[in-house]
């Protein structure tokens, strides 16, 4: 049993090292990324995507929002500059 939690948790984190990490594209360090800041980085992601992406209407992104947008195809999981 603790081998399989052991390798539960290490695909976890494999699957998520694919996801950009918020602060990397965080420029005023905020916590959340504005339209701005995420086409600053993706520059191929619309105003419509972003609101599509920023599903609470704050018109931010946070770090629950954009994994989700990542996991769901709308926002690239990492950009070139992220190696």
């Given at each position: ?6 390798l539960?948790?290490g695909m976890?984190?494999?699957a998520t090292?694919?996801f ?9 360090g905020?916590?959340?990324l504005?339209?701005d ?6 520059p ?11 599903v ?15 996991a769901?195809?709308l926002?690239p ?5 992220e190696g």
């Open positions: 049993m603790t081998k399989f939690i052991v539960a948790l976890g984190a494999l090292s694919a950009a990490d918020i602060s990397a594209l965080d420029a005023n905020d916590g959340m504005t339209v800041e995420v086409q600053a980085a993706y191929e992601v619309t105003a419509d995507q972003f609101s599509q992406i920023d609470n209407g704050d018109g931010a992104i946070d770090d629950a929002e954009m994994g989700e947008a990542q769901n195809g926002m999981a990492a950009s070139a500059d």
